[in-house]
DNA sequence: AGCTTGTGTCAACGGTGTTGACGTAACCTG
DNA sequence: CAGGTTACGTCAACACCGTTGACACAAGCT
């Protein structure tokens, strides 16, 4: 885990700090994440990391390069533990949307995180292995391997958007984010027929934007690809499909140890 | 436009600076927005923007609260340039495709813009407009007002969180990027078959995950809608029943608070 | 002409990430 | 059990950052 440390080699000399903690790639990740979560993420800073350790700030470079490089860890983490107890149910549609749905919640879980790493390919363990089986319920479903990738990426990546989305909304303080609320009511609120007329239209179901549209996207998203993988069923026989099916399902299980 | 400066009133003292500049809000969110665009979204500095104005960077401070003031009066000039010239062609599928690229496209246009603005909603006229004519051309397609205000919701958060997700890459400086690039070649390219099946299998299509998502994405949400008017148009009877049950499932995704 | 005051400038504060030098303690060798 | 290497924690410093309060001055009004 977390392999890209400064200095890759397994450590040996291991000095514990002026205040006694033993340091470790796997705890500063943890403190950094601890940090982000109980002070909020603007609150994320190597010298505030460094305090919470017990340590001096710059010890965490001995471990990452940089701040950007721990954070590509953190990421790495959450995506493992985003995807702890997944199995394939049998219904790869539904599957790929509860994959869709825990990379969004788990990023959506670390908006600072969210906004500003996700945007980046860990392609660590973790991530290789959501990708392995995105991937693998999309062959089992019949599609062939450059389709396959392709809409693997498209609902990820919806699902990641999404997440930075919405993660903006979370990094506002409570107190703007009500203003921003409010704003929005007041503008939306009354509008003039003449010019707006669909919005003066739909006017009674405009709070329903106020809601995430992430679970929608991924229906349309799942439901687009079930016709299509439906429309090549009939074009060719559907006897692949079901051996495939079995392998991932398999796989899944594994996986759980 | 710009309209949440410091000082809301019209200025009539218009003093020149050291280096005979007048300043001007417009000013100001002019050579922000030429600093991000020529110089990358990290060097963007109320101190640099100072010095490319000719003038001490406080005085910036003349005009917006902050930078994030500053920021937003900046997105909300995009969200105008972004729809420029833009007129419904009679495909209501297609236009909604080209209204998430449009925004898509300028969002990615100014990637430190995108990466935190477009989580906020400006409430602005600019912004009215387009809501306005997605909703409009959902509500032609028969779509009635919940649906097409929950699938315009939907395509263009779609199309700005894969902005948000995409501007990240381009905010890393070219170098960065093509070493990740690399990383990523390198960490992909060679994966054990046995632990990475499905990886392994479509290794030849991974380069194809490189590229924007975007398309795919709003082609597959577009696809999904336009599947659900011919049913409606089919069964138009059967309406009712459907719209409850969306109801109902669409309430469990609100966005956290 | 004089007063008010808006506005540009200056200096400073308290932060930030990151680095290079340094000492020391932990491990390896003998 | 002694000595040497050196990894790693610490310290001080650098070059930045956003933001603010005091100040000077010129623009515009009376």
Redesign the interface.
């Known amino acids: 885990m977390t392999e890209s440390e400064r200095v890759p080699a397994e450590r040996k000399r291991r000095r514990p700090t002026s205040s006694g903690v033993v340091l470790s790639a796997d705890l500063i990740v943890d403190a950094a994440r601890d940090l982000i979560d109980s002070q909020g993420a603007q609150a994320f800073t190597v010298r505030k990391l460094g305090a919470a350790l017990g340590a001096d700030p710059s010890a965490v470079y001995r471990y990452f390069r940089n701040t950007e490089d721990l954070l590509l860890a953190l990421a790495d983490r959450l995506i493992g533990e985003s995807m702890a107890g997944f199995g394939p149910s049998g219904d790869w549609g539904a599957d790929l949307r509860e994959l869709g749905l825990r990379a969004y919640r788990s990023a959506?879980r670390h908006p600072q995180i969210a906004?500003?790493s996700?945007?980046?390919?860990t392609?660590?363990p973790h991530e290789?292995?959501v990708?392995?089986?995105g991937?693998?319920l999309l062959?089992g479903a019949g599609f062939d391997?450059?389709t396959?990738?392709?809409?693997y990426?498209?609902?990820v990546?919806?699902a990641?958007?999404?997440?930075?989305?919405?993660?903006?909304?979370?990094?506002?303080a409570?107190a703007q984010?009500a203003a921003?609320e409010q704003?929005?009511q007041?503008?939306?609120g009354s509008?003039p027929a003449d010019e707006?007329?669909?919005?003066h239209?739909?006017r009674?179901?405009?709070p329903?934007?106020?809601?995430?549209?992430?679970?929608?996207?991924l229906d349309?998203?799942v439901?687009?690809?079930r016709?299509e993988a439906v429309d090549r069923g009939a074009a060719e026989s559907g006897a692949t499909e079901r051996e495939a099916a079995d392998?991932?399902a398999g796989?899944g299980a594994e996986r759980a140890g």
């Open positions: 959506l906004a500003f996700t945007i980046r390919v392609g660590r290789q292995r990708v392995d089986t991937v693998g062959l391997e450059a396959a990738v392709r809409h990426h498209a609902l990546d919806t990641l958007g999404h997440a930075a989305l919405d993660a903006g909304v979370l990094r506002l409570p984010r921003d704003a929005w007041d503008r939306y509008l707006y007329p669909n919005l239209r739909v009674e179901q405009l329903l934007m106020a809601a995430s549209a992430v679970e929608r996207a349309l998203l439901a687009a690809m016709r392998r991932v796989e």
